[in-house]
């Protein structure tokens, strides 16, 4: 029997399947703690298409408005010991303001590899008691930003999910390939799988994940992409059945933008892969890589 630790956390952020939120509430109710979820994509639309987003952009002050008054009444209603907020690009001063006044400890999980200096988030850094991130050189900025505390944290995985599977022959037709991989579109991700997957000898990759219907006309990954994002129980399947699983952060030493230089050394993909018993191909090595795991044995 799990038992109650009488602790409340009023958790906000978005819900999707697989989302880090969605495990982060998962670890708190296993540890016994009472999380109540405010999901973002209910507050407002997930639009794709470039008119779509215009639109959004345009209905930005609304939603940003809606945010914080649902933020506030879930406050008042639910009395929680901490309000913990993924990412916070809605919140506005005003409101964490009045959160900290009822004595409420806020802390905020970042976990987009770009700052972005004139952002609310950065602005509103000095209001939250914790700043939790899973790159290490946000430290240094976040603290020069009026930060009272920065921990930085490293990605996990969900043993209940991510866990090998013996796999169909039905699973082998339908997911099987010879590389995979598993995110979203990213335009040095593009440039760079183009570079191998573009002849007929090549190996066969598979493509999972948003936004890949941005490739432009003529890219050679038009086949490749599954026109979908994979499904949270999938991806032991998904990684059961490839010959190898690239592991992708959004990091590119050659980008223009120090940020995406420095990116991310490491995401979810780089433990759910190994947990599902996947062969890693680390697409970009970093020094995390390398202390994670041992090269040439469990990932190359």
């Known amino acids: 029997m799990r038992a109650s630790t009488g602790v409340r956390v009023l958790q906000v952020g ?26 973002d994509e209910r507050l407002f639309p997930e639009w794709g298409g470039a008119a779509l987003r215009a639109a959004r952009r345009l209905i930005l002050p609304l939603i940003r408005r809606a945010w914080n008054e649902r933020l506030l009444a879930e406050v008042h209603l639910f009395r929680p010991d901490l309000v913990f907020i993924s990412n916070g ?14 004595g409420i400890p806020l802390m905020c999980f970042y976990h987009d590899a770009e700052l ?10 000095p209001h939250y008691d914790l700043i ?24 996990g995985f969900d043993p209940e999910v991510h866990q090998p599977v013996r796999v169909s022959t039905q699973d082998r037709a339908y ?18 799988f183009e570079a191998i997957f573009n002849a007929d000898s090549a190996p066969r990759l598979t493509l999972w994940g948003g936004r890949w219907d941005q490739l432009p006309p003529h890219s050679p990954l038009h086949p490749c992409w599954r ?7 999938e991806l032991p399947i998904i990684y059961g059945t490839a010959q190898a699983a690239i592991q992708y ?45 041992e090269e040439d044995q469990e990932a190359v």
């Open 227 to 233: 026109g979908r994002e994979a499904a949270e129980p």
């Open 132 to 155: 939790a991130s899973t790159c290490g050189w946000h430290r240094e900025r976040f603290l020069e930003a009026g930060a009272k505390a920065v921990m930085t944290v490293r990605y």
């Open 14 to 39: 978005a819900f999707l399947p697989g989302s880090d939120c969605v495990h982060f509430w998962r670890a708190f109710q296993a540890a016994g703690v009472v999380a109540r979820p405010i999901a």
């Open 175 to 192: 997911y099987g390939s010879d590389a995979v991989f598993v995110g979203s579109h990213w335009v040095p991700r593009a440039r760079a």
């Open 89 to 102: 690009h809605y919140a506005q001063s005003e409101t964490l303001n009045h959160i900290r006044a009822q």
């Open 116 to 125: 972005y200096p004139n952002s609310p988030f950065m602005a509103n850094l």
């Open 249 to 293: 952060p959004k990091r590119d030493p050659d980008h223009p933008n120090l940020d995406l230089r420095l990116g991310d050394q490491h995401n979810p993909r780089t433990f759910q892969i190994a947990a599902c018993g996947g062969a890693i191909l680390v697409a970009t090595r970093t020094s995390e890589h390398q202390a994670f795991f």
